[in-house]
Each structure stands twice: as structure tokens, then as C-alpha cells.
């Protein structure tokens, strides 16, 4: 709010008025992600909050100090990886940049909700949920979208990030006539399916012309334990969905599997495996491969270590004579379209949290689930 005295120079002078509303956040876009350590002294606790997020992984006593055994056990290998791929994660870069371009262009396309915002809130690695809602409630804004980027739900995921969304409020107050609204899931909005379909043409005119029509597009997707697939979690639908549409759009040009990477730990998780598809098809005799994580909206140590140096090194000693991996969508013009036309039509929607977001998992018995879903149906206005 303007002091008297701001309000008599805003009065006096049109300039100082567009410099101050600019300057100030209307809507505030907020970017919810997994995250990742920036260098690699962050990776102990970065796995250690994993481990203890019961929304991931519920071990049946002392979470935090198996989390923690495991967390420690684990911090060498995952350093090297990273170490490998030039010390840290590339997804705040590419977080900020897809929240910068979207803001941008919403500016311009919806300026009825000008000026926006991009706030970056990761789970597990620093700029945190709960620091970004902290800007954000400082800031002052009259409408906060909470935006996973997490395209296909997951209660491990986006179910996650939002409970900690929950929590920040019920621990530190809503402010007062704040509209908050989620976009929870976005697995078949079309412009994100050209966005993979247009990345995987350009990759398969890069194959020599002979192995180009039947080299397998293996769309990977990250695994979830067989518990919370079991349990009700819609993510392996959504991630089928996402496939369908870019199938659809490629016109089905070649055969296709979804196989799921980054298994952890001895109890059973979602398949087939990435990495013994690969080994399985090389048995088979296929020649060209082309990997498309379809699961992911920019390029972190999944990517860039799991499936350009394991996987790839693998395939090259299965008997696998091609093998190419599709870029994540990045900062690509169509993905930032796809972020642009979902908030738009979010913003024009009378939804602000959608009813499947509400619903629990048919064997959901987590309060946490349990008390954030009661939360948000309450206080998620429009
Ligand atoms: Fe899915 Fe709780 S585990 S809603």
C-alpha cells in the first residue's frame, strides 16, 4: 500500500506511478521442483532431506536415522557423479530461466495480472519452498499460482512439494486476501507433447538413414516405489498419458516403450528398467536407440549422469550401435509456450485447485496428506 506521501508524488507525476507498479509483484509465479545441490559439500544433505521425506520413502521405524545411515552411506558416489557432470546441478539455472521467460511473456499476454513474478521453491535443495513463500508473503502479492514443474502428479513429487506448502502457512499465517490457486499436473497439455515430439524429430534426423525407422524412442520416466503405485499414486497413468500425446503427434513414426530409471534400495519399485530395457533390446538384436526423458523439464543429474554416461556406456557394451539422447525441454520456445498457455488458462479458469488434487490416494493413510488436501480446499481462492 501507498504511504499519503507516496500516494501525493504517484498523484503529481504519471512516471514515478508506472516505475512503483512495476516494481512491485502482482502475481507471483511460484516454481515448485526437487532441486539439487550446487556444489558438491550440498549433496549429504540434499540426500538426507530425501531420505527423510516420508512422502518418498516410509521406513517402518526411525526414519531419520536410517535416512540418515543411508544419506551418509550414499554421499561419496552421488559426489562423483556430480563431480562428473562439472560439480553441481544445472536445474536452479534452468528453473530461473524458465520462471524469467514465462513472466516475461505472461507480462505481455496477460498483463491484466501484471506485473508477475517468478519464485523458485525446491524441496530438497536451497532456494527452499518455505523461502520463496517467505519473499513472496514480503513482496506482497495479491494472487500467488502455486506451478509445479513436475508435468505428471506424483504424491512423491508435486504431492510433496505441496505439503510443504501447507505446512509454511499453517506454521507462519496466510496473509489476508491472498488468492492462492495450484496447477498440480499437466501431463497431456499439448504444447508440452510438440515440445518432446519436435526435440525427438530433430534427434531422429541426426540417425544414419538406414537404422532411422526402427530405432526404439524409449521415453524414461523416474521410477516410484511399487508401495505408492499400489497405494493409488497416478503417476505411472500420467506419464502414459504424456506418451500417448507425443506418439500421437509424431504419428506413431516408430516403435516406442516407457521404461523407468533411478531405482533406489532393495524394495520393489516400478519397471521396466531403463538400463535392462536396454540390455533386453540389444538381446533382441535392435541396433538404434534414441532415450527421451519424458519426465523431466530440464536436464539435472538424472540426464546428465544416469542416461548420457551410465546408460550410454551400457548400451555401447550390450550391442547397441546407436544411441542418442533427447535434451529436456529446457528453455525451448514451445516448452515456454506450454508454461505460458497453462497459466493463462489457469488464470482464466474457476478452478484454483483441482478436485483430483483434493481427493486422496484410495489407500492413502498419511496424515499429512490427510490434513494439507482439507487445507487447500479451504483456502484456495480465486
Ligand atoms: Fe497419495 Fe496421500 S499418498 S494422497
Known sequence: MFSKGTL?????????????????????????????????DQVHDYLHRIMTDRDVIQFPFAQ??????????????????????????????????????????????????????????????????????????????????????????????????????????????FPDGLKLSIIDRWSVNPLLAQCFAHLIRKELALLPD???????????????????????????????????????DLQYCNPYQLVFQSKVGPLPWLGPFTDESVKSYAKQGKKAILVVPIAFVNEHIETLHELDIELIEDAK?????????????????????????LVKHHLRSKLPVSPKLINRCPHCDSPRCIESKQWFAQNCKL
Open 210 to 248: 538406414d537404422v532411422r525407422k526402427e530405432a526404439i524412442i524409449l521415453f524414461s520416466a523416474h521410477s516410484l516405489p511399487l508401495k505408492a503405485v499400489n497405494r493409488g499414486d497416478s503417476y505411472p497413468s500420467e506419464v502414459g498419458c504424456t506418451v500417448q500425446l507425443v506418439m500421437w
Open 64 to 173: 531419520n536415522v536410517i535416512g540418515e545411515w543411508i544419506a551418509k552411506r550414499r554421499t561419496p558416489e552421488v559426489q562423483k557423479k556430480y563431480q562428473d557432470i562439472g560439480g553441481g546441478s544445472p536445474i536452479l539455472k534452468w528453473t530461473r530461466l524458465q520462471g524469467d521467460l514465462l513472466c516475461k511473456k505472461l507480462d505481455k499476454e496477460h498483463p491484466e495480472t501484471a506485473p508477475h513474478k517468478p519464485y523458485v521453491g525446491f524441496r530438497y535443495a536451497s532456494p527452499f519452498t518455505e523461502e520463496a513463500l517467505e519473499e513472496l508473503k514480503k513482496d506482497g502479492v495479491e494472487r500467488a499460482i502455486v506451478f509445479s514443474q513436475y508435468p505428471q502428479y506424483s504424491c512423491a513429487t508435486t504431492g510433496s512439494s505441496l505439503n510443504v506448502v501447507y505446512k509454511y502457512f499453517r506454521d507462519n499465517g
Open 317 to 341: 557394451k550390450a550391442g547397441i550401435e546407436i544411441i542418442r539422447r533427447v535434451p529436456a525441454p529446457n528453455d525451448h520456445p514451445l516448452f515456454i509456450e506450454a508454461l505460458v498457455d
Open 8 to 40: 501525493f508524488i504517484a498523484q503529481q507525476c504519471p512516471r514515478y506511478v508506472k516505475f512503483s507498479s512495476a516494481s512491485k509483484p502482482k502475481t507471483a509465479i511460484l516454481m515448485l521442483n526437487m532441486g539439487g545441490p550446487q556444489h558438491i
